[in-house]
Nanobody, 124 residues
Framework: QVQLVESGGGLVQAGGSMSLSCSASGGTFSGYSMGWFRQTPGNEREFVATINRGGDLALYADSVKGRFTISRDNAKGTVYRQMNGLKPEDTAVYHC?????????????????WGRGTQVTVSS
């Protein structure tokens, strides 16, 4: 059974940078789009970024555009996200997810496999 495992996360000061990665165990996600979502207590899961199967098309939420970068290495079965210029409002649990299709998507319903998430806390 394929599982997604996020790594990275932790505490960082506002304006700082952090990298997250997501790997698949028990399988691969090379044929699918991948996405990152974030969630804070009491709120719905929010789209952050997505990348298509080939890694040549990425979409970002307006709130992170220009600050976050998503990339993937299909040979290593890993998706990365580089976050720069972090703000306190970026504090959340970040989840990676595997898309149902090869194309990108912004809605949680377009993803069928989710990691458990990793906490990112940005202090002011």
């Amino acid at each position: 059974q394929v599982q997604l495992v996020e790594s990275g996360g932790g505490l960082v000061q506002a304006g700082g940078s952090m990298s997250l990665s997501c790997s698949a165990s028990g399988g691969t996600f090379s044929g699918y789009s991948m996405g990152w979502f974030r969630q804070t207590p009491g709120n719905e899961r929010e789209f952050v970024a997505t990348i298509n199967r080939g890694g040549d098309l990425a979409l970002y939420a307006d709130s992170v555009k220009g600050r976050f970068t998503i990339s993937r290495d299909n040979a290593k079965g890993t998706v990365y996200r580089q976050m720069n210029g972090l703000k306190p409002e970026d504090t959340a649990v970040y989840h990676c997810a595997r898309g149902r299709f090869s194309r990108t998507g912004r809605r949680p319903g377009e993803y069928d496999l989710w990691g458990r998430g990793t906490q990112v806390t940005v202090s002011s």
